[in-house]
């Protein structure tokens, strides 16, 4: 586990108080029978803005803590654990592309707004069904961009759009130019097909060649970070489970073969800890970046599909009902694996990344 300071550990234990008390999975069910096409609850969301949430990883100047990113995981992980939704996790990868790449005018534009909660933003860079950023046909005309996205997260709740067009990373208000088509995914979040035409596009130029790619890797690492806080509430969940159901007069915990099974995932909830750490370390640390969140990402990928399947399985026939909770993790992880990159196209990754 990683060593934390009394700040980050003062941070993670506020967030983990908070989702607990405020923000159980029984306010997840509130969200999904209303039906709001944002999907998160709006006050839920001002209230962790005024807790700072949003403003993690921005700089003070701008309105921020400037706490890192390994604060913001930590943050993100409590929130997993309890299946909150929320753009903060989309906004804080938007806020990134803008420290990233923005000029001043920009950064002092966009980030006190993100980090006050006033401004909601998403990352938008798929085309396809598939996670391809070498795939993007969108393109900017006359500070016109036009093209289309596919499955962006949190989109109807957003307010500016960080699109990934063929010459770079472009800001788009919502407004004229920009439309949606709801998308419904399994885990009832807000998803969106989104449609630039003629919308005003105002261009990241900082960053370098590489600044797609380096957004796209702090969103691995937090799309991670939320992995990680689903997998081990689907590991608790499931062991108290274990220790309190009878079947055959005795209790499910004392039959060896599961203590093998929960043993195993023990092990591989240990090494998905280290590798989702790693990768927040490595963002804050500036350094193996690319490698640390590839693996991180493709950690996670892999151990929670284990667990969420596990965590099935080892609750029987219940597991599968709506009565119980255990069923919403793994519909979250079908869609969590298949963001910003699967596990097969982060094992190429990684390799081309081995090979310079």
Not at 101 to 108: N, R, W
Not at 175 to 187: E, I, N, Q, W
Not at 212 to 236: K, Y
Request: hydrophobic share 45%.
């Amino acid at each position: 586990m990683a060593v934390l300071n009394e700040e980050q550990e003062m941070l993670r234990d506020m967030a983990r108080d908070w989702a607990t008390n405020e923000s159980p999975v029984a306010e997840f069910r509130k969200v999904r029978a209303a039906g709001e096409p944002q999907a998160y609850n709006t006050e839920a969301y001002a209230t962790m803005a005024e807790m700072g949430w949003a403003g993690v990883i921005i700089p003070e100047a701008h309105g921020g803590s400037d706490f890192g990113f390994m604060s913001a995981g930590l943050v993100v992980e409590e929130l997993g654990k309890t299946l909150t939704a929320s753009p903060l996790v989309a906004t804080t990868i938007a806020a990134s592309a803008i420290i990233l790449g923005g000029s001043d005018e920009q950064k002092a534009k966009w980030l006190p707004k993100l980090a006050s909660g006033e401004t909601v933003a998403t990352l938008a860079v798929d085309e396809g069904a598939h996670h391809d950023p070498c795939a993007i046909e969108a393109s900017v005309s006359g500070g016109k961009l036009s093209g289309k996205k596919a499955f962006v997260h949190e989109a109807h709740g957003a307010d500016l759009f960080v699109v990934a067009a063929r010459d770079g990373l472009y800001l788009v208000e919502k407004g004229d130019g920009v439309s949606l088509t709801k998308r419904k995914l399994t885990d009832q979040r807000s998803h969106a097909d989104v449609a630039f035409d003629g919308a005003a596009a105002d261009k990241l130029e900082g960053g370098g060649d590489t600044l797609l790619d380096d957004v796209l890797d702090r969103a691995r690492v937090l799309a991670a970070a939320e992995m990680l806080g689903m997998a081990q509430q689907v590991f608790d969940t499931t062991l108290d489970y274990l220790k309190q159901r009878v079947q055959f007069n005795q209790v499910l915990a004392t039959f060896q073969s599961l203590q093998h099974r929960m043993a195993d995932l023990f092990a591989d909830l240990a090494q998905m800890r280290s590798a989702v750490e790693a990768g927040l370390q490595a963002v804050d640390g500036g350094f193996g970046v690319a490698r640390a969140a590839t693996i991180a990402k493709a950690e996670a990928n892999r151990v929670l599909h284990v667990i969420s399947n596990q965590g099935i399985q080892l609750h029987g026939g219940i597991g599968m009902t709506d009565e119980y909770d255990i069923g919403f993790y793994l519909k979250r992880a079908c869609v969590l694996e298949a963001s910003w990159g699967s596990t097969s196209y982060l094992k190429d990754r990684f390799a081309k990344l081995s090979s310079y």
